[in-house]
């Protein structure tokens, strides 16, 4: 039943492809806006648009409304003016508005649009695939961004430009200032850059465009109008140096007896960030000693398996334009999707090696020493990047019967990343690649075991478009090379992502001896994206079993075929029941390299706005049953029961001052194996414009009958978990202005996970679940003084131990800063962290009484004071 209920879902997906037919294209006529060089008497940027100087130019209007009603007039009218000199161009826009007393005036962050907003976007290098965007809301909150490859926006660029809006009876205009050095143009004498002019008008979520692009075009950037008239203007090379300082005092509980815990520390540092124009294609970045104080903790989490856990970066220096060294293997929404070969979070994460002693001071964060990028993109269609790093050899502090010990826990290492791309055929073809390089100096004999000395990696990417940009074809090669001593790489081969130890894997080869591991994947995707209702994709992704990224990359899990099938409907036409509506349906299936079947499955969703601008949404799935290669850590395959699920989804109005929603998800394993419910509410609250209030409580309850709990004399130990877990997230936002912010955030976080039905895992793939295992009854298993003791049909000949695997995890994370950017680019930081953490024994949940406990245990507080100016 279960294998036919698949077979349907993948033959569905291929009729629908087949029989999918789009609908025909009108040809949407070009735009062209010619603007006018100004010597004298520039505009006063003051929300105004008053100036005679405005008058030398013509308004521009006829925008066609895109959401909802494609195509349609807009409710509102819209135009605008461009003007520039040697130095700016200057935008003014006019958003006209018959009911001036409903325009939305949310305030935000930068890079946070809420509310009434415009946008200008410049393609000007006219490659048609990149484009920088400015967006100033009617509050006079700015967003910007940059275009790549016509889809990928990066809102980490913060270029220094100025703008200013004000209101008045008949709608509200936008002025702004946009300094050519933050802009990327050739050096030709005649301009002609790509153009488009958007609106959103918020209280009826309707969006309008200057240029027409069609819903169901695979791009905009392609689409854009023209920009004509612009000539004589030199390329800038943009020069920004900022220095800081940072002030910051930590306290927590003094421990008794420990010397590395006097209960506060006190830290005063400097350092230098800079931006700097090498040529006006490429612009260098840098960093000298870095500070990462501002950012918020990771969010706390529990991980039951033997997989790393990834965390997305937040460090503002490596996320600017991070988008040039991405080189990710996989897409969508899947369990590989953090796999890439560009991994910054390795650059400064915490040392990797942690000495036992009495007492232990480790650091929790490799200091970088210093960093630099060197970024940008030809007139031709040359994409350049380059990123080198050197962090510090760091150590911890041990003591042992009062001896204290320098003991080195992470070495100097030096990481290197570069990346290049070349466009053709009027970027419809892509190719290029990415390397990186790790190196280490281990020169300190404990650590050369442990690590490795050097790992390579490197990708290429081939991309083509054809039948203006509907289909896509995509076509990615990685490889890898680790070297180091054989004790080094014989964790390597031992670690998560390899498993090379497993006794049934007879097609990879485990060699302590080996110095060096080699390794290799790709993947081919071919998709559907533009023109029409359908989109669909085929895709397949490999990675051998020597495959390794870590280093300065990210990879779960090597050894893996991986295939793909997904179909979408999209419907954008409001009716009477919706706003819009899209129906999609995915198919899986995975191979180990051993050509074994490891699971597959497919699901199908509906995702909708209503007609009262509700959200909603609604999928279910299907797995067959699968042999899992890593549950056992490094033992056998183990072969586990199928399984569905439901998850939905319901939100409401954004656009009300009051905003909820709720989501449930449910997987259930067949033969009771598994089971998992999640509920989650989130509520968000608007007093007033310049406020923000949002809670985010979820429960979790499951259960797993087979998770791992240890090796033991050869034996594989798994048991039935028991779980619970709470968790919330509480965000209190105040913006009296658009360059100030108060922001906090607070997140207490319980999880319990109680073990029983303990198991020893005899026959692993065998055909009927239950003689898979043995399970140990009550005359077998004992728990003394925190320690189970098993003896095996009573049998004392065959009696062993381990300790009990019960836990509780509580936290409480928080930050509190406040920002203000006090001149645009320079800003002044106040920082309030807090963390509160522990741990107990005693596995039982009792909301009331760990939601008191987490609040007793003695904090750890930081505050900080950064101050930056930025020349």
Known sequence: MKTKLLLLLFLMNGWLILTGKPIGKKEIPQKVYTTKAIKNNPPVIDGKGNDPVWEQVEWAGDFIQREPHENAAPTQKTAFKILYDNNNVYVLIRAYDTEADKIVT???RRDDQQGDFVTIFFDSYYDKLSAFSFTVSAAGVKTDAIMSNDGNNDLTWDPVWFAKTSIDKDGWTAEMRIPLDQLRFSGQKEHVWGLEVARQLSRIQESSVWKQVPKDASGTVYLFGELKGINGIKPKRQQDVMPYMVAKTESYKTEVGNPYSKGHENNLGVGVDGKMGITNDFTLDFTINPDFGQVEADPSQVNLTGFETYFKEQRPFFIEGRDVMNFQLTMGNNPYSGDNLFYSRRIGRQPHYSPDGDYVKDPQNTRILGAFKLTGKTKDGLSLGIMESVTDRMYSMTTTNDKEDKVESEPYTNYLVGSVMQDYNKGNTRFGGVITATNRDLSNPLLKDKLPGSAYTGGLRFEHNWKDRKYTLQVLAEFSEVNGTAPAMKLVQESSVHYFQRPDASYVKYDTT???LLGHGGSI???KMGSGHFRYLFWLNWRSPGLELNDVGFIRKADDIFQVAWLSYKLWEPTSIYRQLNIESNQWTDWDFGGRNTFKGGNIGINSQL???WWANLYMGIDGSNIDNSILRGGPSLKLPGGYNINY????DDRKKFVYGFFNAFSFGFNNVSQSIDYGVDLSYRPID????????????AYNNMQYVDKVSGRYIVARIDQRMFRSSFRFEYYPRPNMSVQYYGQPFIFAGNYSDFKKVTNSMASNYSDRIHIYDNNEIQLVNDSYTV???????????????NFKSFAFLSNLVFRWEYVPGSTVYLVWSQNRGGSDKVANFNFGKDFS???QIYPQDVFMIKFSYRF
């Open 690 to 701: 310049a406020i923000k209030i949002t809670l985010s409580p979820g429960f979790e309850t």
């Open 853 to 855: 406990n987490i609040y």
């Open 611 to 613: 007609k009262n601008y």
């Open 649 to 652: 989804s319901v939100s409401s």
């Open 791 to 805: 003896k095996e049909n009573g049998n004392t000949n065959k009696q062993f131990s381990f300790d009990n695997p």
């Open 514 to 516: 080996r110095t060096s």
């Open 525 to 527: 995707n071919f998709m």
């Open 106 to 108: 949310r305030m935000a």
